[in-house]
């Protein structure tokens, strides 16, 4: 018999308490970043019992370092991946529904410097258009060189010929995945950060539990499940290498991470409303230039990586080529003295034979296996698709046995998260930090203590209290880093408000904030 847990347990003690009540349930989930959340968001919206251990902080690895972009893909349609595109397109709807408050629309322009490139593009993205149907944001549309320039001030405007809008989507890739994390707990999972998973149980060779342990009270837990999920991203491979170790069955790698490099400048280099998009730049690579929380972020690279940091430092190489990429098509050329933050993200490209070393031809799908031992790893994919990978996931594991899911259909693609109004009223992204972004829940977040006191334009007293009671947070990173966006946004005013941030830590009861080691993580985010 499985057990129900309590719904909305936020504070630590009570988590770790509840944690060690809980024996037995339905499922058990390894990985606390977009894929495990939303795994556990569509398992307990079902009625099944959840677990959810994550062994850093949700999103803390590649699920907060994103492009901040909902988006079908469009250079995968230019790969004639098309089932690929069509699927993205009709989940970055369903993500922009389900959570109005953190994501919203947005208008991509490519501007033109060759003839042949507006017609040819224009083509492509009225295609994209054709394949999101209904699900649609707006209509490409072809522009002149004046439209463009108006579209976005700051542009290079030597040798512009015109250019292309179309729409895609923008979020808040951490406050998402905690509004995920939220709604799990609204449906009765159990969701606990800081719980690393340090051994799985077997039972006659099938895996049928977990032991974790609590990293501030070293305190240890053992839960049973006859499904468990290794969601771990480009860590997966660590608990695949462990369970093969087990049963003596031989398994390759299966994820091959690219490196993704992002830096953030002030607005004053792209003062836009829209997005700028370069779809080839001199390498082949895409080049981003999105306004986003007051800020603008150039890149993205797509470099491969061997080694598996949480916090992966950028190479060289790639500050470079953004910087000089964007210096081609702005007005107003960045420099490494402009860069405010810059963070890396390690994407997990799943393997194909014979890809040399090529991560741009690397699968962006999502795949799901299952062990000799009944062990279930999903890795790969995107933010966008984070709902339906879930759901693939446990429809994966009805038809293995290890889940009876014949009268729990998923009903999470209408299913609204934490803080989402009942309409879909837009929170621009791009526009600066405030209170906007805690949906229906910002009178609540009003009505503490420090509301009137900022710490950082759009950060108050108040929100860190919050962060700390009702959002899981644990440390002055998972403050300034994740609840808030500042470290990804400005470094070094993260690392001036981060003794303030960790008073207020202490006084809700938190006593090792780490606030050392975030000044450490600045200066790395620092150029």
Same mark, same amino acid.
């Given at each position: 018999?499985?057990?129900?847990?309590?719904?909305?347990?936020?504070?630590?003690?009570?988590?770790?308490?509840?944690?060690?009540?809980?024996?037995?349930?339905?499922?058990?989930?390894?990985?606390?970043?977009?894929?495990?959340? %939303?795994?556990?968001?569509?398992?307990?919206?079902? #009625?099944?019992?959840?677990?959810?251990?994550?062994?850093?902080?949700?999103?803390? /690895? +590649?699920?907060?370092?994103?492009?901040?972009?909902?988006?079908?893909?469009?250079? !995968?349609?230019?790969? $004639?991946?098309?089932?690929?595109? &069509?699927?993205?397109?009709?989940?970055?709807?369903?993500?922009?529904?389900?959570?109005?408050?953190?994501?919203?629309?947005?208008?991509?322009?490519?501007?033109?410097?060759?003839?042949?490139?507006?017609?040819?593009?224009?083509?492509?993205?009225?295609?994209?258009?054709?394949?999101? /149907?209904?699900? $649609?944001?707006?209509?490409? &549309?072809?522009?002149?060189?004046?439209?463009?320039?108006?579209?976005? =001030?700051?542009?290079?405007?030597?040798?512009?010929?015109?250019?292309?809008?179309?729409?895609?989507?923008?979020?808040?890739?951490? &406050?998402?995945?905690?509004?995920?994390?939220?709604?799990?707990?609204?449906?009765?999972?159990?969701?606990?950060?800081?719980?690393?998973?340090?051994?799985?149980? !077997?039972?006659?060779?099938?895996?049928?539990?977990?032991?974790?342990?609590?990293?501030?009270?070293?305190?240890?837990?053992?839960?049973?499940?006859?499904?468990?999920?290794?969601?771990?991203?480009?860590?997966?491979?660590?608990?695949?290498?462990?369970?093969?170790?087990?049963?003596?069955?031989?398994?390759?790698?299966?994820?091959?991470?690219?490196? #993704?490099?992002?830096?953030?400048?002030?607005?004053?280099?792209?003062?836009?409303?829209?997005?700028?998009?370069?779809?080839?730049?001199?390498? /082949?690579?895409?080049?981003?230039?999105?306004? *986003?929380?007051g800020k603008v972020i150039l890149g993205t690279t797509d470099t491969p990586r061997h080694d598996?940091?949480?916090?992966?430092? =950028?190479?060289?190489?790639?500050?470079?080529?953004?910087?000089?990429?964007?210096?081609?098509?702005? @007005?107003?050329?960045?420099?490494?003295?402009?860069?405010?933050?810059? *963070?890396?993200?390690?994407?997990?490209?799943?393997?194909?034979?014979?890809?040399? $070393?090529?991560?741009?031809?690397?699968?962006?799908?999502?795949?799901?296996?299952?062990?000799?031992?009944?062990?279930?790893?999903? @890795? %790969?994919?995107?933010? +966008?698709?984070?709902?339906?990978?879930?759901?693939?996931?446990?429809?994966?594991?009805?038809?293995?046995?290890?889940?009876?899911?014949? @009268?729990?259909?998923?009903?999470?693609?209408?299913?609204?998260?934490? $803080?989402?109004?009942?309409?879909?009223?837009?929170?621009?992204?791009?526009?600066? =930090?405030?209170?906007?972004?805690?949906?229906?829940?910002?009178?609540?977040?009003?009505?503490?203590?420090?509301?009137?006191?900022?710490?950082?334009?759009?950060?108050?007293?108040?929100?860190? &209290?919050?962060?700390?009671?009702?959002? !899981?947070?644990? +440390?002055?990173?998972?403050?300034?880093?994740?609840?808030?966006?500042?470290?990804?946004?400005?470094?070094?005013?993260?690392?001036?408000?981060?003794?303030?941030?960790?008073?207020?830590?202490?006084?809700?009861?938190? +006593?090792?904030?780490?606030?050392?080691?975030?000044?450490?993580?600045?200066?790395? !985010?620092?150029?």
């Amino acid at each position: 018999m499985t057990s129900r847990i309590s719904p909305l347990l936020t504070d630590r003690s009570q988590l770790l308490a509840a944690l060690e009540r809980t024996q037995h349930v339905d499922v058990v989930v390894i990985g606390g970043g977009a894929t495990g959340l %939303g795994v556990a968001v569509d398992a307990a919206s079902r #009625g099944l019992s959840v677990v959810l251990l994550e062994a850093e902080d949700f999103a803390k /690895g +590649t699920s907060s370092r994103a492009t901040k972009l909902v988006h079908g893909g469009v250079r !995968y349609l230019a790969q $004639g991946n098309i089932s690929l595109v &069509r699927e993205a397109l009709h989940e970055r709807t369903a993500l922009l529904r389900n959570a109005p408050h953190l994501a919203a629309p947005l208008g991509f322009v490519m501007p033109s410097y060759k003839c042949w490139e507006t017609p040819f593009y224009g083509v492509g993205l009225k295609a994209y258009d054709a394949l999101a /149907g209904k699900d $649609g944001l707006g209509s490409t &549309r072809f522009l002149t060189k004046r439209h463009v320039e108006t579209a976005l =001030p700051g542009v290079r405007t030597q040798g512009l010929k015109g250019g292309v809008m179309y729409w895609d989507g923008q979020f808040d890739d951490a &406050r998402l995945a905690l509004a995920l994390a939220r709604t799990a707990a609204q449906h009765s999972a159990l969701l606990v950060n800081y719980c690393p998973v340090s051994e799985l149980l !077997y039972t006659n060779d099938r895996v049928t539990g977990v032991v974790c342990h609590d990293a501030e009270t070293k305190q240890s837990f053992q839960i049973h499940a006859p499904c468990i999920i290794n969601a771990t991203g480009v860590w997966v491979d660590h608990l695949r290498t462990q369970d093969a170790h087990h049963t003596s069955q031989p398994t390759d790698s299966l994820v091959s991470p690219s490196q #993704g490099v992002h830096l953030v400048v002030d607005r004053e280099f792209l003062p836009s409303e829209h997005a700028l998009l370069i779809p080839k730049t001199a390498d /082949g690579r895409v080049l981003f230039a999105v306004p *986003w929380l007051g800020k603008v972020i150039l890149g993205t690279t797509d470099t491969p990586r061997h080694d598996l940091a949480l916090e992966p430092t =950028p190479f060289e190489s790639e500050i470079d080529f953004i910087l000089s990429e964007a210096a081609n098509y702005l @007005t107003k050329k960045p420099t490494r003295a402009d860069v405010k933050s810059m *963070w890396v993200g390690l994407r997990p490209l799943v393997k194909a034979p014979s890809t040399e $070393g090529n991560t741009k031809k690397l699968s962006r799908e999502h795949t799901i296996l299952s062990s000799h031992s009944g062990l279930v790893t999903v @890795t %790969g994919g995107k933010w +966008t698709t984070y709902r339906a990978m879930a759901e693939d996931v446990l429809d994966h594991c009805e038809e293995h046995g290890l889940l009876d899911l014949k @009268t729990k259909p998923s009903v999470t693609k209408h299913l609204r998260l934490v $803080g989402a109004p009942d309409h879909n009223s837009w929170r621009m992204v791009h526009t600066q =930090p405030d209170n906007t972004a805690y949906g229906t829940e910002a009178t609540w977040v009003q009505s503490l203590e420090g509301a009137d006191t900022e710490i950082l334009p759009g950060l108050t007293q108040a929100m860190v &209290r919050f962060a700390v009671r009702y959002e !899981y947070a644990r +440390t002055v990173e998972d403050v300034l880093a994740r609840r808030s966006r500042w470290l990804f946004l400005d470094a070094k005013a993260a690392a001036d408000a981060a003794q303030s941030v960790a008073n207020i830590l202490q006084s809700e009861g938190v +006593t090792t904030p780490q606030l050392e080691a975030f000044y450490e993580l600045c200066h790395q !985010y620092s150029l």
